[in-house]
């Protein structure tokens, strides 16, 4: 296959071909944890809000677990799936004991969702795992093409019109 003369729609092939073995390669990696992509992308959003409702002005968080909350709508925004789905991926989560339904201070009529110590825990064990994974499977590459594979993809994800 030449190199140099690229054609979009191979490029596009190609793109896809990776995501579909990362995606494999990530429930995989996740199974042991039993965990679906959804429930960890739902553990990392909610972890991802220091700061948010539920901390206090130093960002910790007020009901323990060390991490942001979220209503379930805007859990669902953060994921960009169906509020319904929302519902299921944390009430999945809270029968695991890695998530737990808390008032809202804000407003007593709504509820939070947040992560447990265990959830926290959890979510950082499976991070490590997954940057061990990533190593492994970008090895191939040297660093200098990890750098520009990065710049590329920030390129291609970045919102606006495509450069000239």
Same mark, same amino acid.
Request: net charge positive; glycine share 10%.
């Given at each position: 296959?030449?190199? /140099?003369?690229?054609?979009?729609?191979?490029?596009?092939?190609?793109?896809?071909? @990776? +995501?579909?073995?990362?995606?494999?390669?990530?429930?995989?990696? !996740? *199974?042991? +944890?039993?965990?679906?992509?959804?429930? +960890?992308?739902? !553990?990392?959003?909610?972890?991802?809000?220091?700061?948010?409702?539920?901390?206090?002005?130093?960002?910790?968080?007020?009901?323990?677990?060390?991490?942001?909350?979220?209503? @379930?709508?805007?859990?669902?925004?953060?994921?960009?799936?169906?509020?319904?789905?929302?519902? =299921?991926?944390?009430? !999945?989560?809270?029968?695991?004991?890695?998530?737990?339904?808390?008032?809202?201070?804000?407003?007593?009529?709504?509820?939070? @969702? *947040?992560?447990?110590?265990?959830?926290?825990?959890?979510?950082?064990? @499976?991070? *490590? /795992?997954?940057?061990?994974?990533? =190593? =492994?499977? +970008?090895?191939? !590459?040297?660093?200098?093409?990890?750098?520009?594979?990065?710049?590329?993809?920030?390129?291609?994800? #970045? /919102?606006?019109? #495509?450069?000239?």
């Amino acid at each position: 296959m030449p190199y /140099d003369d690229p054609d979009p729609a191979r490029l596009g092939d190609l793109l896809h071909a @990776v +995501f579909r073995r990362l995606r494999r390669r990530w429930a995989e990696q !996740l *199974a042991p +944890f039993g965990l679906t992509p959804h429930q +960890f992308r739902a !553990l990392d959003a909610l972890a991802g809000r220091p700061g948010g409702r539920g901390h206090g002005p130093d960002g910790n968080c007020r009901h323990g677990g060390g991490s942001g909350s979220l209503r @379930v709508k805007d859990l669902a925004d953060a994921l960009r799936i169906a509020p319904r789905s929302a519902t =299921e991926v944390v009430d !999945l989560l809270e029968h695991k004991e890695l998530v737990e339904r808390v008032p809202d201070p804000s407003d007593r009529r709504a509820t939070l @969702v *947040a992560l447990t110590p265990r959830g926290a825990a959890l979510r950082e064990q @499976v991070r *490590a /795992d997954r940057r061990r994974g990533s =190593e =492994e499977y +970008f090895s191939r !590459l040297a660093p200098e093409d990890r750098v520009e594979l990065e710049r590329l993809l920030r390129l291609l994800t #970045a /919102d606006g019109p #495509a450069p000239d």
